[in-house]
């Protein structure tokens, strides 16, 4: 894993590290590997709107600086970012989930989240403008972050909506892009049996307590 870790922290501008363990390893390559992708995506479009599933919020698999070089690449091709997340964890101040504050309403509408109203613990990690969005009437209210190039943020949510059709209120380009970037279970396992197969692997039973001690409550089947 040393060698392609360290391949994608090179192209991301993130200098030679230590990669994490192996049950850890396969996350973060995944995520560097959207990152990546993220900026290619970038260099294909100018004066666009560039989604992004996910947040623009600073992690340990994704430290500000690869946030930092993505915006400067947006800006410089006239690129605005809006990131969608399909969940969230933020809260306000007072405790209100963020998702919350749009669930009763029954018209397209946003509202513009100032970050001193978030809870603190969250607020030094977010970037952007932060909004929550119902796009279509009979869709559902998401999280959304912007990065405009310019201009208002506001503005970009407005081009995005007459833009893009939508699936339950979630932009239809995301949902084709998990389309093409998604393995079912059953190709999982058809993966799975080639490797076994191709490379002379043995296969463990998995072992799940839950199942012998809770029975069709753990997931046990009767």
């Not at 995944?30 to 560039?50: P, T």
């Not at 690129?79 to 405790?95: E, F, H, T």
């Not at 397209?108 to 977010?126: E, N, S």
Request: glycine share 6%.
């Amino acid at each position: 894993i040393r060698d392609s870790y360290n391949a994608l922290c090179k192209a991301l501008g993130l200098g030679k590290r230590r990669p994490p363990p192996l049950y850890k390893a396969v996350n973060r390559v995944m995520v560097f590997l959207e990152r990546v992708a993220q900026r290619y995506a970038n260099k294909q479009i100018r004066d666009g709107i560039i989604l992004w599933d996910g947040s623009l919020t600073i992690s340990r698999t994704t430290p500000k600086g690869v946030f930092t070089e993505a915006f400067r690449q947006a800006k410089e091709r006239g690129n605005s970012i809006v990131a969608i997340s399909k969940r969230s964890r933020l809260r306000l101040r007072d405790g209100t989930p963020l998702i919350d504050l749009l669930v009763d309403e029954q018209d397209p509408c946003y509202c513009r989240i100032p970050l001193m109203d978030v809870a603190i613990r969250h607020r030094r990690f977010l970037l952007g403008e932060l909004f929550v969005v119902k796009f279509t009437s009979t869709g559902f209210p998401f999280r959304v972050d912007v990065k405009p190039a310019s201009g208002n943020a506001v503005e970009v949510l407005a081009k995005l909506r007459k833009s893009s059709s939508f699936r339950w209120g979630y932009p239809e380009p995301l949902v084709i892009a998990h389309a093409h970037s998604y393995f079912t279970s059953a190709e999982a396992l058809s993966l799975q049996m080639l490797a076994v197969k191709r490379y002379g692997l043995s296969t463990i039973p998995s072992f799940d307590l839950r199942t012998y001690i809770l029975g069709p409550f753990g997931g046990m089947p009767i």
